[in-house]
């Protein structure tokens, strides 16, 4: 089965752009959270979509945004980028993900964003 | 979410068990305890999880105090491959996938 893919893998903006990244996750899993990762805050909770529904959000500006397929895939946006947006961003998938706690989380490798 | 509280490093032998302590004092009686690793570059990767029993699975084995205040992560026979973050961390069943992760042990395992 394969893992939860992310894309692209690097990408480099400037600031005041905006970026989309995307995540695939594995077959059969239905929610998908994402995580920003930085050296001075560590791994962050931004959101979970669940049936192409937003049901859990973290606290970050309305910048950052995402939306679920109907296949499961994910999207996040960054629009207006800023410096202090560079980091790690992940993308995990579960089964259900609410409601348990007996569920694993699989990560993806990430989407490394610099932003200039 | 209740808090954990790891040391920030500690070393470790080739071939030798590592045991990674965590504290989290203030879990909740319907709060499980979950350890992730990350290796540099990778997404985090799931280790194990328990409630109130030790488990044990092919990565490691989890022993969880009576009072469930602590726990302790271990690696049986680390390898240089297991040099990475562990991550200890306490789950609501309310809060979904949303992970609260703290600073982690950065673990060296060194020949």
């Known amino acids: 089965k394969a893992g939860v893919t992310q894309t692209p893998r690097y990408l480099i903006k400037t600031r005041g752009q905006q970026v989309t990244l995307s995540c695939s996750p594995i077959?059969?899993?239905?929610?998908v959270s994402w995580y920003q990762q930085t050296p001075g805050q560590g791994l962050q909770f931004l959101f979970e979509y669940f049936s192409e529904t937003q049901r859990n959000k973290g606290n970050f500006p309305g910048r950052f945004s995402g939306r679920q397929f109907s296949n499961s895939r994910s999207e996040m946006n960054v629009s207006t980028l800023e410096l202090g947006d560079s980091a790690l961003y992940l993308c995990?998938?579960?089964?259900?993900?609410?409601?348990?706690?007996?569920?694993?989380?699989?990560f993806g490798s990430g989407t490394q964003l610099s932003v200039l | 979410d209740a808090k954990t509280t790891q040391p920030p490093s500690m070393d470790c032998a080739e071939g030798r068990a590592a045991n990674l302590p965590c504290n989290h004092s203030t879990i909740s009686g319907n709060e499980y305890v979950y350890w992730y690793r990350q290796i540099h570059s990778q997404g985090p990767q799931y280790i194990i999880h328990g409630l109130k029993n030790n488990e044990t699975n092919e990565m490691a084995s989890l022993i969880i105090t009576e009072d469930r205040k602590s726990s302790t992560l271990i690696l049986p026979h680390a390898t240089l491959r297991d040099t990475a973050v562990y991550y200890c961390i306490v789950v609501q069943k309310a809060a979904g996938n949303k992970l609260t992760f703290g600073g982690g042990t950065r673990v060296l395992v060194k020949p």
């Open positions: 077959s059969g899993h239905r929610s």
């Open positions: 995990a998938s579960s089964l259900v993900g609410r409601g348990t706690t007996n569920e694993k989380l699989f």
